[in-house]
């Protein structure tokens, strides 16, 4: 059974920032998770890709985060960890992040985790 397992959201002001973690496991394909990324809803808004990044390294940011956010994985122990630094974090990323994985048998989600960017 795949588990998504997501950590480190919360209050930040303006300006500062956050680390978001997911820690993927359960895949049953050979190679793992193939793709890997983060999501964001906000209140009243679709969600909408923040990042992603392939089993071969190649990663792909929304334009709205690009030079503020860093994605990155480790895979250790049939284990995939998902990052998601970010900085320079603004009131418009306020939101709840969701961990995404996929692999050949489908694609899967964590639960969310709650980002709220506010003075």
């Known amino acids: 059974q795949v588990q998504l397992v997501e950590s480190g959201g919360g209050l930040v002001q303006p300006g500062g920032s956050l680390r978001l973690s997911c820690t993927g496991s359960?895949?049953?394909?050979?190679?793992?998770?193939?793709?890997m990324g983060w999501h964001r809803q906000a209140p009243g808004k679709q969600r909408e890709l923040v990042a992603v990044?392939?089993?071969?390294?190649?990663?792909?940011?929304a334009d709205s985060v690009k030079g503020r956010f860093a994605i990155s994985r480790d895979n250790a122990n049939a284990k995939s960890t998902l990052y998601l630094q970010m900085n320079s974090l603004k009131p418009e990323d306020t939101a709840v992040y969701y961990c995404?994985?996929?692999?050949?048998?489908?694609?899967?989600w964590g639960q969310g985790t709650q980002v709220t960017v506010s003075s």
């Open positions: 995404y994985a996929r692999d050949s048998y489908g694609d899967y």
């Open positions: 990044i392939s089993g071969v390294g190649s990663i792909n940011y």
């Open positions: 359960g895949s049953r394909s050979m190679f793992g998770f193939n793709r």
